[in-house]
Nanobody
Framework: DVQLVESGGGSVQAGGSLRLSCAGT?????????VGWFRQAPGKEREGVAV????????YYADSVKGRFTISRDNAKKTLYLQMNSLKPEDTAMYYC???????????????????WGQGTQVTVS
């Protein structure tokens, strides 16, 4: 079975930073063509935050996080990261690690194209 396990969530004041990590079992994240992060706030639909290509050279970000969040992957450690700076209350959500079916591309943010999901880690900004 494939499992994606997120860590690094928590509560932080506005303007603060957090770094999320994601590791996989039953899957080599380093070989996945496109991996990334989604989030879902209460009462809202799940939305794409950022994705990164296998080689790390291609990244896509939601407009709402550009310039504040940075996605990266360490293929040697088979781990995905999301560095979140200048956090805002509107960033409060459950954050999910995701493995997309196929390559990253213009439709990267569609949850329907995700093959595997993690269980999520809560981020609360006050």
């Amino acid at each position: 079975d494939v499992q994606l396990v997120e860590s690094g969530g928590g509560s932080v004041q506005a303007g603060g930073s957090l770094r999320l990590s994601c590791a996989g079992t039953g899957i080599h994240l380093s070989s996945a063509f496109c991996v990334g992060w989604f989030r879902q706030a209460p009462g809202k639909e799940r939305e794409g935050v950022a994705v990164i290509s296998r080689g790390g050279g291609g990244t896509y970000y939601a407009d709402s996080v550009k310039g504040r969040f940075t996605i990266s992957r360490d293929n040697a450690k088979k781990t995905l990261y999301l560095q979140m700076n200048s956090l805002k209350p509107e960033d409060t959500a459950m954050y999910y690690c995701a493995v997309k079916a196929g390559y990253c591309g213009p439709q990267w943010s569609q949850p329907s194209r995700i093959k595997y999901w993690g269980q999520g880690t809560q981020v609360t900004v006050s």
